[in-house]
């Protein structure tokens, strides 16, 4: 589960407020004659927040991974005690006593540490794997409006209040206000466990729970229907899949700017 709720505003917000927040041109009226960021504004904003892209966790050699699995806290008990267990049987052996029962309990205790040591390493393993398959979720370009402008640019260099256009069969590249929508349905099991395409609109929400406003897209989900127009609402380190903790590396992986197809 996420380290904390996803936050955001904007799905309560008018196109006025929109366009006062991120310094962006929308036509409040007819929001596909919206004329998007310039390119000095969106060259200014990029160099400010720099590129988009995901920040890979620092790498840590396996050897120094698994030999962690043996800090663990409770692991470290179960060594003391089985240490324990083993020289209480070597001075019972020096007494000429033949009981091996302490012996016996500090093999399973030994045999109990470096098995769960090995599947903790092997999962965490797994999960350090997350990060790469991630990747697959930035789609390399994407279509926004600039200058008035239909283009296509890479995904790296999409910036806060840029217009993003998404048909069906796009990767949402960032979180996206959806200011113009027609018929969008999104594929968000990837982020909700949802099985079914959730129907999107360009109306002001009136939920409190930005997870649950349909005027919102989240990076990484599916177009798999119709068409819409939104505006990147969250870049660095703030996207829905990463507040959710599903794209953050258990120690360290991270998302920065907001992104595109």
């Known amino acids: 589960m996420a380290d904390k709720e996803y936050q955001a505003e904007e799905h309560r917000w008018t196109l006025e407020q929109l366009s006062e927040k991120y310094k962006v041109n929308l036509n409040s009226a007819e929001p596909k004659k919206s004329q998007g960021l310039t390119t000095e504004n969106a060259t200014e904003k990029l160099n400010e927040t720099g590129k988009n892209r995901l920040t890979p966790p620092k790498q840590t050699p396996e050897i120094v991974k698994f030999l962690m699995e043996f800090l663990n806290p409770f692991m470290i008990l179960l060594e003391i005690a089985a240490v324990l267990c083993a020289i209480s049987f070597i001075l019972q052996n020096k007494a000429g006593e033949k009981d091996k029962s302490n012996l016996y309990l500090a093999i399973v205790l030994f045999v109990i540490v470096i098995a769960t040591s090995v599947m903790s390493y092997v999962q965490e393993r797994k999960s350090g794997k997350l990060m790469d398959s991630f990747k697959n979720l930035l789609p390399p370009k994407c279509m926004v409006i600039r200058d008035s402008v239909q283009q296509k640019i890479f995904s790296e260099d999409l910036v806060l209040g840029d217009i993003v256009l998404l048909t069906s069969g796009d990767k949402c590249p960032a979180d996206l206000r959806i200011i113009n929508c027609q018929d969008l349905k999104v594929d968000n099991s990837s982020l909700t466990g949802e099985s079914e395409p959730q129907s999107r609109n360009a109306e002001v929400s009136k939920e409190e729970n930005p997870m649950e406003s349909q005027n919102l897209a989240f990076y990484g989900t599916l177009a798999v229907d119709g068409s819409a127009m939104g505006v990147?609402?969250?870049?660095?380190?703030?996207?829905?899949?990463?507040?959710?903790?599903?794209?953050?590396?258990?120690?360290?992986?991270?998302i920065r700017n907001g992104s595109c197809d």
């Open 232 to 254: 990147v609402i969250k870049g660095r380190e703030s996207y829905g899949i990463p507040e959710l903790g599903l794209l953050r590396n258990p120690r360290s992986g991270r």
